[in-house]
């Protein structure tokens, strides 16, 4: 059988990444696996602890990092937020699909740990739509929407790092631009080594 | 305006990758152009020139070689096949994805000249499905179709030289691989720099 695809996928706040990716997860069902961050901060009205976060103490957190279980990390105020690499591993090997939704910050780091994995930036058709998008949510105030757009400026300059770009305008077409990324990377020649020699070895 | 992407087909023969590339033209329309090739073989009843071969002499095929507007050439018995350049490079220019169904031996030739060009390499089923494929045309003898299936073993070795493996089982499958690999060829990040800088400019 063949590894997994190691997916990660990032966007400013606002782009619909977390959409994106159930919808995909609501495709692939059991050929994908999300997987679930580990974080310092308390667990708020509604969570559930290994769905929303695996919410677990400051020393458990910093256990995990002196064992090099963390893919990646990135302190947001006093909390700190975390990938565990074991789920991840397991899932590969397993020739899952994994998908990593990471900040724009910390996707940087996983290619040096699994670096054929392939990240996809998320972009907003434009920021005027992002703005609108984010005011439409009516959670923040103004001056919160405007340091979230000075962010997400900020974050698109990033985007060059990534492997692929998807515009999300409507839902449906990068739900679908999403999986026909997935599908390529799957046929790739690395990827079709062993249906390749299958063929070749029954003649 | 971004560039058109250059993708080219191989495959043994049986593998259908005329009628894969044909489906995908229906697909895309004015989007996708298909290279005609030059041969100086003599036309057949029901062939059109300038839509099966542009049939040229053997002078004009030797002027297209020293003038430096073929992509590639093979020989083939006494007549010579090739892919001018001209038209292939137009049609990027506009914007469009360009086929070029090559023999496996002409295709290593294209990414000297156009480095960026995709190879996806159509692999049956099984040697097996590809024998019964090839006695259900029926327009081979016991003896032709011996040969096209060891010249079919020899050519799969040359599979590892391509970017993509699409495995022709179902029909409609093939075709949606193919599509997928375009789609995701479309939105790695070169290819969208252009809509990358419209969204960070306009901010």
Redesign the interface.
């Known amino acids: 059988m063949n590894k997994g695809l190691l997916v990660v996928v990032s966007a400013p706040s606002g782009c619909g990444k977390d959409t994106v990716v159930s919808k995909i997860l609501d495709i692939m069902k059991e050929d994908a696996f999300l997987s679930v961050s580990m974080t310092t901060r308390q667990m708020r009205p509604g969570e559930t602890d290994g769905v929303n976060y695996h919410f677990i103490s400051a020393e458990e957190f910093n256990r995990n990092i002196l064992e090099g279980e963390m893919l990646e990390y990135a302190q947001y105020g006093d909390n700190f937020y975390g990938t565990p690499i074991s789920p991840v591993k397991k899932n590969l090997e397993e020739g899952k699909t994994v998908f990593l939704i990471i900040e724009v910050e910390g996707g940087g780091n996983v290619k040096k740990i699994f670096p054929e994995a392939k990240k996809i930036f998320i972009?907003?058709?434009?920021?005027?739509v992002l703005e609108s998008r984010l005011r439409g949510r009516a959670t923040d105030s103004d001056e919160a929407i405007r340091a979230r757009l000075r962010i997400a400026?900020t974050e698109?300059?990033r985007?060059?790092e990534?492997?692929?770009?998807?515009?999300n305008d409507v839902l449906d077409n990068a739900v679908?631009?999403v999986?026909?990324?997935i599908?390529?990377?799957q046929?790739?020649?690395n990827n079709?080594?062993n249906?390749?020699r299958?063929?070749?070895n029954?003649?």
């Open positions: 972009i907003p058709p434009s920021l005027e400026e698109l300059q985007a060059y990534y492997d692929y770009i998807v515009e679908s631009d999986m026909s990324i599908r390529a990377e046929l790739r020649i079709m080594q249906k390749l299958e063929v070749i029954n003649a």
